[in-house]
């Protein structure tokens, strides 16, 4: 490999990884929904099966 | 030649992937502070959901719907919950953003609960579409 081809290939990796980095600037829609999922879950009590009465819990507590 | 854009495409994928199956961090200390404190709190909320007094606003926020399903005198205490609530889930969305780094993101996560919110309200809760309320 001639040293200009690899000065070559060095460039186009440091431009791919600025580019990543450049990615991640963007809003990862997906894994937000996935931990606002996660979230909604733990405060509304939607799955963990041992928190009993998830659809009225202060069904028996307040009016 | 070849190679380089070989190498190129793997890291692109690589990189593109790593975003898509990634996680957001929302175990930091102040957002399972907030966590909890909306968790107690929406034992009090949910029958106001279920009565349609309080309703999901679009915004990613709780609004009072029906003040007049809430007897007089416990309206000032419905009002108290609400507001306590929107600070707790403005603060969530700020805390979520700025534990990944990224303050600017604060938007689009009040963006992203609000639809998950709506979409995950139960039957019979009323959620804000389109300008209106919507009975689930």
């Not at chain 2, 969530?92 to 990944?100: D, K, M, Q």
Request: proline residues 5%.
């Amino acid at each position: 490999m001639s040293p200009n081809v690899r000065k070559l290939m060095l460039g186009v990796l440091v431009l791919t990884a600025s580019a990543c980095v450049t990615i991640n600037i963007y809003f990862p829609a997906a894994a937000a929904e996935k931990a606002a999922d996660r979230i909604i879950d733990e405060v509304w009590q939607l799955r963990d099966g041992a928190s009993a009465p998830a659809r009225q819990p202060a069904e028996g507590k307040k009016p | 030649m070849k190679i380089a854009h070989l190498v190129c495409a793997v890291l692109m994928s690589a990189s593109l992937s790593a975003v898509a199956q990634g996680n957001l961090e929302i175990d930091s200390p102040a957002i399972g502070a907030l966590k909890q404190s909306m968790q107690q709190r929406h034992a009090q909320l949910a029958p106001l959901y279920q009565s349609g007094a309080v309703g999901i606003a679009a915004d990613g926020s709780v609004a009072l719907r029906s003040a007049a399903s809430v007897p007089l005198a416990q309206r000032g205490q419905v009002n108290a919950l609400i507001s306590a609530e929107n600070a707790d889930r403005s603060a969530l969305y700020r805390e979520i953003a700025r534990a990944n780094g990224h303050p600017e993101w604060e938007g689009d996560v009040r963006k992203t609960f609000a639809e998950r919110w709506v979409q995950r309200a139960q039957p019979g809760w009323w959620v804000q579409q389109g300008g209106g309320w919507v009975q689930k």
